[in-house]
C-alpha cells in the first residue's frame, strides 16, 4: 500500500494530509500532533510506502478557503474522504460531518443522534479517533454545560476554529 503525504501551512500550524492510491484522503492531522497521526495509521495499514503528491483533491486550496472564509460551509463538498472507522466510529463521524458551519452540540447530543444516548464516553472516544480533522468538524462537541472540553489538536486550536465559526 502507497501513501502519498502532502504538507499544508494554516494559520493554526502546518497539517498532514494523506491521501490514498485512490486520492481518497485518510488523514488530516496537525504536524504537532504527529504520535497520534502516525498511531493511527499504523492502526489502519499494517505496512505501508510513503510517497509525496502535492495538493491531492486540491486540498490545499480547500483548507485555504475554509481559513479565509470563502464559502467555507461548502469548501469540501465532494471531497472524496476514507475512514475505514469500525461501524460505532462511523456512524458517530457521520453525525460529526452533519454538524452544520456555525453550530456546536453537546457530547450527549452527539450519542443521541449516533443511535446511542448512553455512550457518551464511548463517542467521546470516537470522536477522539476521527482521522480528519476539521473536515469531519470534531472541534463542533462541547461539554453538555457550553464549556470547551476534549480536542487532540489541543484547546487553542479548538477555540480558534469555533471563533472562526462564528460558533463561540
Same mark, same amino acid.
Given at each position: 500500500?502507497? %501513501? ?18 485512490? $486520492? ?16 493511527? %495509521? ?25 481559513? #479565509? ?5 461548502? #469548501? ?6 476514507? #475512514? ?68 487532540? $489538536? ?6 480558534? %476554529?469555533?471563533?472562526?465559526? $462564528?460558533?463561540?
Amino acid at each position: 500500500m502507497k %501513501l502519498y503525504f502532502d504538507t499544508i501551512t494554516t494559520p493554526l500550524g502546518d497539517m498532514t494530509a494523506v491521501a490514498m492510491e485512490s $486520492g481518497a484522503i485518510c488523514l488530516l492531522d496537525f504536524r504537532d500532533c504527529q504520535d497520534r497521526s502516525e498511531a493511527l %495509521l499504523k492502526r489502519r495499514f499494517a505496512s505501508f510506502d510513503r510517497a509525496q503528491r502535492k495538493n491531492p483533491q486540491a486540498i490545499r486550496d480547500r483548507m485555504g478557503d475554509y481559513f #479565509t472564509g470563502g464559502n467555507a460551509r461548502t #469548501t469540501f463538498d465532494g471531497l472524496l474522504l476514507d #475512514t475505514d472507522g469500525t461501524p460505532f466510529q462511523n456512524a458517530v463521524w457521520k453525525v460529526l460531518g452533519e454538524i452544520p458551519y456555525g453550530e456546536t452540540i453537546s457530547y450527549s447530543d452527539l450519542a443521541r443522534r449516533a443511535s446511542s444516548p448512553r455512550a457518551v464516553r464511548a463517542v467521546g472516544s470516537a470522536n477522539g479517533q476521527n482521522p480528519i480533522s476539521i473536515i469531519i468538524p470534531c472541534h463542533r462537541v462541547i461539554a453538555k454545560n457550553g464549556t470547551l472540553a476534549g480536542y487532540a $489538536g489541543g484547546m487553542d486550536r479548538k477555540r480558534k %476554529l469555533l471563533t472562526l465559526e $462564528g460558533s463561540l
